[in-house]
């Protein structure tokens, strides 16, 4: 079977390929927008079974994976920034406290569909503005639900404590998704 990943993410690639498991890269164009009464935890599981009906292509004895990870902070979600401004704010609003990152993955074939959600919660140490700006200055990170990257120097510095997969911060449950992949699709 082919294993096809429907995501842009580099950090997303990294993590299959050290999986062991090839795959080929395939763009997915997709809206993603939801419902916001949604309960917030649903939402990347929802956007991940979105971006896998988005792409329309799926042939016999291939196996797409699509994945959609937030950021939950009380009762908000926090995506992507779009600018300094926005980060720092985030970064500002996770400092001294839990949070969640929620993953949604959807692994589908022509003949079936599986599923699931993988949650971790992060506890930060009190961040402070110098290192606020330090980080966003020197890793921009744009391109990252929250605006940090556990993986960096942001996570090796201000991560107190995690509860559940530390690769799920990143982007992908692994452990939970090998094992999805043998249960329900022999690869």
């Known amino acids: 079977m082919n294993v096809l990943l429907g995501s842009n993410s580099p950090r997303r690639n990294e993590l299959l390929t050290q999986m062991a498991i090839p795959f080929i890269k395939v ?27 988005a792409y329309t292509k799926l042939q016999e004895n291939e196996l797409l994976i699509t994945a959609d990870t937030v950021v939950i902070k009380g009762d908000t979600i926090l995506n992507k920034p779009a600018n300094n401004k926005e980060a720092a704010e985030m970064l500002g609003l996770l400092s001294n406290d839990a949070h969640e990152v929620v993953t949604g993955v959807t692994l589908r074939t022509l003949q079936n569909e599986v599923s699931f959600n993988a949650t971790t919660k992060v506890w930060l140490n009190p961040i402070s503005p110098k290192d606020i700006s330090y980080y966003i200055d020197m890793y921009k990170p744009y391109d990252k639900a929250g605006a940090y990257g556990i ?14 997969c530390f690769y799920n911060v990143i982007g992908l449950p692994c452990s939970l998704l090998y094992n999805h992949i043998n249960k329900y699709f022999n690869l």
């Open 27 to 53: 763009g997915i164009m997709c809206e993603e927008d939801f419902d916001k009464s949604m309960e917030l935890t649903q939402v990347p599981l929802y956007l991940s079974k979105k971006k896998s009906h």
């Open 151 to 164: 993986q960096e120097w942001f996570g090796i510095t201000q991560v107190n404590r995690i509860e559940g």
